[in-house]
């Protein structure tokens, strides 16, 4: 397994807790600050499931 540094890690996703790296394509809420895996931002249709904001991909 490559070593990846913490400083890296942006965060985990709040669905299903995958670490998200800088290097990653992710997705944030910009009304609660929420991120979120592409996958799991696939599967809410890009939409936050807390507040049903429009997710923006990074
Ligand atoms: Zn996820
Ligand atoms: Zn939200």
């Known amino acids: ?3 990846v540094p913490k400083s890296l890690m942006l965060g985990r996703c ?3 807790g995958r670490r ?3 290097a990653d ?3 944030t ?3 609660c600050g929420s991120m ?3 996958t799991c931002a ?3 249709r890009g939409k936050c499931p ?3 904001s429009e997710l923006i991909p990074h």
């Open 1 to 3: 397994m490559a070593y």
């Open 14 to 16: 709040w669905r299903c």
């Open 20 to 22: 998200i790296y800088k």
């Open 25 to 27: 394509d992710y997705f």
């Open 29 to 31: 809420c910009p009304k």
């Open 36 to 38: 979120y895996c592409t």
């Open 42 to 44: 696939k599967k809410q």
């Open 50 to 52: 807390i507040d049903g």
